[in-house]
């Protein structure tokens, strides 16, 4: 039996995952602080979750006893020390880069009570790489959710050799309590189990397109009426940001110095003109912001 149940979460990083996991997370009934360094993010974010809640219940999905409470329960800060000290689980959102991944989990160490559990949404660094800058290892995991977060019903739950059965039993409780499927991965491995899968296709995709074979459209187009996806690798890259894929890619290359994981020359292009997809308004494709 888990040794406690979860009432108070904390999200750090206010972006597109974390909101929207903070959001998932309120209409569960959770009480939820979300955090972020950055104002103009916490403004955003806000704003989303305000218009979000009365947006369902236009359409019949909540009704406004339920939005008001939930929105009640939903409070946005950038002192991370504010948002995190009551917290017994706190899912951290933030950019793919591991120093600072490591820096925040240090922070939250000192912060969060001492059954608290510190995971990760890391769609590709493992938390054993996290969990020796904490002096609570066995309660630090990964607990991947996919974009949207409000939408995509799967997570993945990571059982590193350092995660104790009750820190996977919590997590696992919560996802099901915010209405999500976790799956849950017996180790560690790079990528889990969808993005070493996507990543094959979006890695092949880059290297057609790179080669001159074909554009972008045509690859997506391709993706999803021959294979049946519901949006084809650019696309995709688009919705999660040309950002994430170049830091992925950056931070995997200097982990093992293998040429072969080197960012795209298309991604670095996207990446230094600040072409990011959706978040930026342009991408591969152009959209309004």
Known sequence: MASFEVKNLCVIGAGNMGHQISISAVLAGYKVSCTDINPEILKKAESFADTYLPERVTKGKLTEDEAKAARARLSFTGDMTEAAKDADLVIEAAIEKLELKRKIFADLDKICPPHAILATNSSYIVSSKIADATSRPSKVCNMHFF?????????EVVKGAHVSDDTVEIVMATCKKMGKIPVMLKKEIYGFLVNRIVSAIKNEALYIYDMGVANPEDIDTAVVNALGHPMGPFRLMDLTGIDLSYYISTERYQETGDPKFKPSPIIV?????????????????????
């Open 269 to 289: 292009e996207k990446f230094v003109k600040k072409e990011w997809g959706r978040k930026t308004g342009k991408g591969f494709y152009e959209y309004c912001k």
């Open 147 to 155: 974009n949207p977060a409000l939408v995509m019903k799967l997570v």
